[in-house]
């Protein structure tokens, strides 16, 4: 069955602030690129206009990223929403039409993941009724098996599952000639401090990822987004 009116979905941006992410991440000194990213989801938010919540760090509750994730989601539906498409700011490739296309398969009463290519997802839309509080908090979200368990608590739920195309996301400077290489439609004010931050050559130490193929990569833990460790096979 699908979910009547328009006004019954609503967008939940679950993302640490700028400052947050500067502190959070590897990328030091670039609050800039955080507020970027963040204009632009609320720039996509805005365009597929439709009620929007933007939980940073102020807003999350919970002592692991699992139970804040779960309980913005609980929040979001509590007031009154029969679906939710949820997103976190640190996608650059992110675009208008792949909320377009989540919103209208959640429309219609179908789960959606938009995996990201580090094993974790970066979009997910559900209806209310596939909501189970007790079954999110049980997820391992700090594996490298997140999306696979997750696809496996949407299908399990017997309604149709649809799958977007995957994305790259943004947590460490190892990122950046991956996402500059592979997407040509990143924002042009982010693509212009990437690609100064790769002139730099910018480094994280021990951190320092090397891409062995686009799937299969380290990741760190980006606590503000469902993002996590992975390791593609």
């Not at 699992?66 to 992110?94: C, M, W």
């Not at 995957?166 to 990437?194: T, V």
């Not at 050559?201 to 990822?209: A, D, Q, T």
């Amino acid at each position: 069955m699908g979910i009547d009116t328009q006004k019954n979905i609503a967008l939940l941006i679950f993302a640490l602030s700028p400052e947050a992410e500067q502190r959070q991440k590897y990328i030091a000194g670039k609050k800039g690129l955080y507020e970027l990213l963040n204009q632009h989801t609320l720039k996509l938010a805005k365009a597929l206009d439709i009620p929007f919540f933007h939980f940073t760090e102020k807003e999350q509750q919970g002592n692991n990223f699992g139970e804040r994730y779960t309980h913005a989601i609980k929040q979001v539906f509590s007031r009154g929403y029969e679906g939710i498409i949820t997103i976190g700011n640190d996608t650059p490739a992110l675009g208008c039409a792949h909320l377009q296309s989540a919103y209208d398969k959640l429309k219609s009463g179908n789960a959606v993941l938009g995996p990201s290519l580090d094993g974790g997802f970066y979009l997910l839309a559900i209806p209310k009724t596939m909501f189970s509080e007790d079954e999110f908090l049980s997820i391992y979200w700090n594996s490298s098996s997140v999306f696979r368990q997750m696809q496996q608590y949407l299908e399990k739920k017997k309604e149709t599952l649809c799958l977007l195309n995957a994305l790259g996301d943004l947590d460490s400077p190892s990122d950046i000639p991956f996402l500059l290489d592979r997407y040509i439609n990143i924002p042009l004010g982010i693509k212009k401090i990437l690609i100064k931050s790769r002139q730099k050559g910018e480094k994280i130490g021990n951190h320092l990822v090397s891409y062995i193929s686009i799937h299969r990569y380290s990741r760190i833990l980006n606590r503000g987004s469902p993002f996590l460790f992975a390791l593609h096979n």
